[in-house]
């Protein structure tokens, strides 16, 4: 027969086969099947619907970032108390909490 060796971190464990059974009935299918239209969609599409949600993401990222830069703009030029400095105007403004929010 053939030996298997099987390690881990504490043991070592060495196996023989004696003999290979052929099973009485067929392996139970777990309800997922090559067929389904997740699997196809996948297989077809998956490398395109990454892209796009990695696009789409840094877009809004960065409209978020601009958002929010451009309303802490606006609040110094109103005369407002910088962030920095302990001000808190910006929570007042709109567009700050559009960039917020996106």
Do not use: M
């Not at 052929?22 to 139970?28: L, Y």
């Not at 809004?60 to 001000?87: C, W, Y």
């Amino acid at each position: 027969g053939s030996l298997i060796t099987l390690s881990c971190l504490s043991h070592r464990v060495v196996c023989q086969v004696i003999s290979s059974a052929v099973p009485a009935e067929p392996a139970q299918d777990n309800g997922t099947s090559d067929s389904s239209w997740i699997t196809r969609l996948e297989n077809n599409y998956g490398f395109y619907i990454g892209l796009g949600l990695a696009v789409f993401s840094s877009f809004l990222i960065g409209s978020s970032v601009i958002l929010k830069k451009k309303g802490l703009l606006r609040l110094v030029e109103k005369g407002g108390t910088r962030a920095g400095d302990g001000g808190h105007g910006y929570l007042k403004d709109w567009l700050w909490w559009a960039g917020l929010l996106t």
